[in-house]
């Protein structure tokens, strides 16, 4: 009995780490995507004013 509880409690909680990690991973590469997008606005931007 105790046994089993113990193997659910370890997979849960390895589940949530996991999830956990993925979700930071995806934070971190949509912040690099943003911050390209916003590079390659300011870009467009300054190339406007120079024409």
């Given at each position: 009995m105790k046994t089993t509880f113990f193997i659910t409690l370890l997979s849960v909680l390895t589940i949530?780490?996991?999830?956990?990690?993925?979700?930071?991973?995806?934070?971190?590469?949509?912040?690099?995507?943003s911050n390209k997008f916003i590079r390659l606005l300011?870009?467009?931007?300054?190339?406007q004013m120079m024409r």
């Open positions: 949530a780490l996991l999830i956990t990690y993925m979700v930071k991973k995806e934070q971190r590469s949509m912040n690099r995507l300011e870009r467009f931007n300054s190339w």
